[in-house]
C-alpha cells in the first residue's frame, strides 16, 4: 500500500471527522499515557494495519504501536489485532477513523479469502471489479490482496476494456480493438466483453490481450474457454456469488472478478478498549 496515499486519505478523514476539535477527548484530564487494545469481536482475516500505524503517527508521534497481526493473517474472537500506547485523548479521537477503515478492509479480506476457498481451483484467479467505494478504492483493492485475490484495473487510466456500449458505439468488436491498437503502445492491455460465441470468434479474430465471458453460466464459460487461443487471457463476470462461485472450478478460465468483493461486503466487527489502570496493575503483577 503506498504510505504518501495513505497519510494524504487519512488527513482527509481525520479533517472530517474531528474539524475544529474533539469535544468529547477534550473532556479527558491530561495523564500519563495509557494502553488500549484493539481486537477482533468476530473471526475474518485482518487487512489494513498499516493503517493503524499511520493514523498513530499522524495524530501523535509519540503514540507507541504494537501489532500483533499482519495482513492476511486469520483472526479469532477476542484476539488482539494490536496494542497502543499514548495520551488517552488522542487514541481516543483517532480511534473512529481507524476502526471504520480497518473493519472495511478486513471484511473484504475476509469475503475474498472465502471466494478463494469457496471456488477452490488455484487454476482460476479470483479477483476484483471497479465497484469500489469512491475514495477508498487504494485501500479496498488492497485488503482483496491481503484476502488472496487480485487486483483488476485500478482506474480508466490503467487499462482499455471495450464493453457493450463502446461495440455500440464504434460499430463492432473488429474496429473498437482495431482503433485501441493503433491509438495506445504495448505496455496498454486491450480487454474486450462479449456475450455469445459470434462475438467470441470476432473478438478473437481482432487479437485484444483479454476475453471477458459477461453473464455466462459455468458449462458456457468452460466452451469458450476452450475455443479460446492460449495467448489470450480469459476471465468470467457478471452473475457470479457465492452461492455459483464453485460451479466454475475446472472451467479453465483464468480470472473470476467479483464485484461483491467490495461493493456490497460486509464489514468485520473489530473494536477498540482503553486498558483500565486496575487491568494494567492485575498484568504485572501476573
Known amino acids: 500500500?503506498?504510505?504518501?496515499?495513505?497519510?494524504?486519505?487519512?488527513?482527509?478523514?481525520?479533517?472530517?471527522?474531528?474539524?475544529?476539535?474533539?469535544l468529547s477527548a477534550q473532556l479527558i484530564s491530561d495523564r500519563d499515557n495509557q494502553q488500549a487494545v484493539i481486537y477482533a469481536k468476530q473471526d475474518g482475516i485482518v487487512a489494513g494495519v498499516d493503517v493503524i500505524v499511520e493514523a498513530c503517527s499522524l495524530l501523535d508521534g509519540q503514540v507507541r504501536v504494537s501489532l500483533l497481526k499482519k495482513d492476511g493473517d486469520s483472526i479469532a474472537y477476542g484476539e488482539p489485532i494490536a496494542t497502543l500506547s499514548g495520551n488517552p485523548s488522542i487514541l481516543l479521537t483517532g480511534e473512529r477513523v481507524v476502526l471504520n477503515l480497518l473493519q472495511r478492509m478486513s471484511g473484504i479480506a475476509t469475503a475474498t479469502r472465502n471466494a478463494v476457498e469457496t471456488l477452490n481451483d488455484p487454476t482460476i484467479r479470483v479477483c476484483d471489479t471497479r465497484k469500489t467505494t469512491p475514495g477508498l478504492r487504494m485501500l479496498e483493492k488492497y485488503a482483496v490482496t491481503a484476502g488472496g485475490g487480485y487486483n483488476h484495473r485500478f482506474g480508466l487510466y490503467d487499462g482499455i476494456m471495450i464493453k457493450d456500449n463502446h461495440i455500440a458505439a464504434e460499430g463492432s468488436i473488429t474496429a473498437a480493438v482495431a482503433k485501441a491498437k493503433a491509438k495506445h503502445g504495448h505496455m496498454v492491455k486491450i480487454e474486450v466483453e462479449i456475450e455469445d460465441?459470434?462475438?467470441?470468434?470476432?473478438?478473437?479474430?481482432?487479437?485484444?490481450?483479454?476475453?471477458?465471458?459477461?453473464?455466462?453460466?459455468?458449462?458456457?464459460?468452460?466452451?469458450?474457454?476452450?475455443?479460446?487461443?492460449?495467448?489470450?487471457?480469459?476471465?468470467?463476470?457478471?452473475?457470479?456469488?457465492?452461492?455459483?462461485?464453485?460451479?466454475?472450478?475446472?472451467?479453465?478460465?483464468?480470472?473470476?472478478?467479483?464485484g461483491f468483493l467490495t461493493h456490497s461486503v460486509s464489514s468485520l466487527d473489530i473494536s477498540m478498549d482503553i486498558v483500565a489502570s486496575h487491568e494494567r496493575m492485575q498484568s504485572a503483577e501476573r
Open 197 to 258: 460465441e459470434e462475438q467470441l470468434r470476432e473478438a478473437i479474430a481482432a487479437g485484444p490481450d483479454i476475453i471477458m465471458f459477461d453473464n455466462c453460466d459455468p458449462d458456457t464459460v468452460r466452451h469458450f474457454a476452450k475455443i479460446t487461443p492460449p495467448q489470450i487471457v480469459t476471465e468470467a463476470s457478471g452473475g457470479i456469488d457465492m452461492r455459483t462461485l464453485h460451479a466454475y472450478k475446472g472451467t479453465g478460465v483464468h480470472y473470476i472478478s467479483l
Open 1 to 22: 500500500m503506498q504510505r504518501i496515499a495513505l497519510r494524504k486519505m487519512l488527513e482527509r478523514f481525520y479533517m472530517e471527522d474531528i474539524g475544529s476539535g474533539d
